[in-house]
C-alpha cells in the first residue's frame, strides 16, 4: 500500500512541476531531468540489479533518439501517420534492437570483459556515426519538427509544458515497468548472477541469459529515453552515442547510489540541476561535477540514496536527534572549506578578471587573494578535523543502537 501512495505522489508531483515553475527555461530543464531520470533508471538495471559496469550505454540511447528522429522525418514527409504521443516506441524498439544484436557478444562474459567490449563497442558505434552519414547525418546529425505530426485531440507539441507531459507520461511508465521487472523472478534472479554467478550456474541457471534479458531491458528503456530526448530537442547528433554521454549517466547513478531504485533519480536530477545551474556563472562546471563525483565516492559509497536510507532508519527509531549537534558544528567549517576550495579555482581559472566576494575584490595577481583564501581554507580545514570525531562517533553510536536491538 505505501508503494503505491509512494507512485500516487510520483504521478501528482510530475503534474505539478510545470505549474510551480512555469517558464519556458524551467520547463526545459524539467524535461531535461526526466530524459535523464530514464536513462539513470535503465543503466542501473545494468549496473545495481546485474552487476554489469557498462561504458557503452550511451549507445542504445543514442540508437533509439536516431531512430526516433528518422521516424519523426518520415512522420514530417507524410511518408507515415505515426502520431507523436507513439513516436517514443519506435526508439524502444531501436534500442531493443540493437541491445539484441549487441548484448548476444558482449553479455556472454561478466566482470572486467564485459566492461572493456562495451566501451570498445560504444567507440566503434561513436566513431561508426561520422561515416555511416545515410544513417547518422554526419556532425549535423538528423532533425525534424515534432509539431509536423498529426495532432492529438487538438494538441500539436509546439508548446514546452505539451512536450513535458508527454515525456513525464513515459518516464513515469518506463519507471513503473523498471520497478516491476526488479520484483519479477528474472529481476531476483540478476541481482542472485550479480552476487554469485557460480552459485547460479550450479542450480542450473545460464549466467550469460540472464545477464542477456537484463541487458535487453536496459537497452529498450535506453532507447525510450533517447527517443524523447530527440522529440524534445528536434534533433540528435553522434555526441549522443559518445562516452561523454556514457560517463554522465555512470556519475548519475553513483551519486545517488546503485544499490536503490530511488537512487539514479537523485542523481539525474542533481547532476542535471547542477550542470544547468553552474554553467551559467563559471566556465569549470565540468571540474567540479568531476569533483561532486570524487566526494561521492570517497565519503558517500553508497550516494545520496544510502545516505538517505540511513538517516530515515535513525528517524524512525529516534535516534537523528542525536546526530543533530554535532552535525551542526560540522556545518559551518564544512561550508567555509568548500568556499575557499572554489574561490582559489574561479581565481586560477579567471586569471586578470577581478572576483567580487562579499565586498572584497579578489585578484589573481594579488598575492594577497591566494593568502588569504589559503588560509581562510586552512582554519577551515581545522576546525572540521576537530569536530568531525565527534560527527563519526555519534554517527557509529545511532547505528550501533539499532544493530544491538535487533533492529535493521
Not at 60 to 80: K, M, P, Q
Request: glycine share 14%; proline share 3%.
Amino acid at each position: 500500500m505505501g508503494s503505491r501512495k509512494a507512485w500516487a505522489a510520483a504521478a501528482a508531483l510530475l503534474g505539478a512541476l510545470p505549474l510551480l515553475f512555469d517558464s519556458v527555461l524551467s520547463v526545459g530543464i524539467l524535461n531535461q531531468m526526466l530524459i535523464a531520470v530514464l536513462f539513470a533508471l535503465s543503466y542501473n538495471t545494468l549496473l545495481g540489479q546485474g552487476g554489469l559496469l557498462s561504458f557503452g550505454h550511451a549507445v542504445y540511447f543514442g540508437l533509439g533518439g536516431y531512430v526516433a528522429a528518422h521516424a519523426l522525418r518520415l512522420t514530417e514527409l507524410g511518408s507515415i501517420g505515426m502520431p507523436l504521443v507513439l513516436l517514443p516506441l519506435a526508439g524502444a524498439a531501436g534500442g531493443l534492437l540493437a541491445a539484441l544484436l549487441l548484448g548476444s557478444v558482449s553479455t556472454r562474459r561478466g566482470g572486467t570483459a564485459f566492461t572493456m567490449i562495451s566501451l570498445g563497442l560504444g567507440e566503434l558505434l561513436a566513431a561508426a556515426a561520422l561515416i555511416l552519414v545515410a544513417f547518422f547525418g554526419g556532425e549535423a546529425g538528423i532533425s525534424g519538427d515534432r509539431t509536423a505530426g498529426p495532432a492529438l485531440l487538438g494538441v500539436n507539441f509546439a508548446r514546452e509544458t505539451q512536450v513535458y507531459y508527454h515525456a513525464a507520461v513515459w518516464v513515469f511508465l518506463g519507471a513503473l515497468c523498471l520497478a516491476a521487472f526488479r520484483q519479477t523472478p528474472a529481476g531476483r534472479l540478476a541481482m542472485a548472477v550479480r552476487d554469485n554467478p557460480l552459485r547460479a550456474q550450479c542450480l542450473g541457471y545460464s549466467a550469460a541469459r540472464v545477464r542477456l534479458l537484463c541487458f535487453l531491458v536496459a537497452g529498450t528503456f535506453a532507447g525510450l529515453a533517447g527517443a524523447l530526448f530527440a522529440i524534445h530537442n528536434e534533433i540528435i547528433t553522434s555526441q549522443a552515442l559518445g562516452t561523454a554521454n556514457a560517463g554522465q549517466v555512470l556519475l548519475m547513478c553513483f551519486l545517488g547510489g546503485t544499490g536503490y531504485f530511488l537512487g539514479p533519480v537523485l542523481g539525474a536530477v542533481l547532476l542535471t540541476l547542477c550542470s544547468a545551474l553552474l554553467s551559467d556563472y563559471t566556465t569549470l562546471s565540468t571540474l567540479y561535477l568531476g569533483l561532486l563525483f570524487v566526494g561521492c565516492v570517497m565519503f558517500l559509497p553508497e550516494g545520496l540514496g544510502g545516505l538517505l536510507v540511513q538517516l530515515h532508519a535513525r528517524w524512525r527509531h529516534g535516534r537523528l536527534g542525536s546526530l543533530a549537534r554535532p552535525l551542526a558544528r560540522c556545518a559551518l567549517p564544512t561550508a567555509a572549506l568548500l568556499l575557499s576550495g572554489v574561490l582559489l579555482l574561479e581565481l586560477a581559472a579567471r586569471e586578470g578578471e577581478v572576483l567580487h566576494v562579499a565586498g572584497l575584490a579578489l585578484q589573481a595577481a594579488n598575492v594577497w587573494s591566494w593568502l588569504g583564501l589559503a588560509g581562510f581554507g586552512a582554519v577551515a580545514s581545522l576546525l572540521l578535523r576537530r569536530e568531525l570525531p565527534a560527527l563519526q562517533a555519534a554517527w557509529q553510536q545511532t547505528g550501533a543502537a539499532h544493530i544491538s536491538q535487533g533492529r535493521p
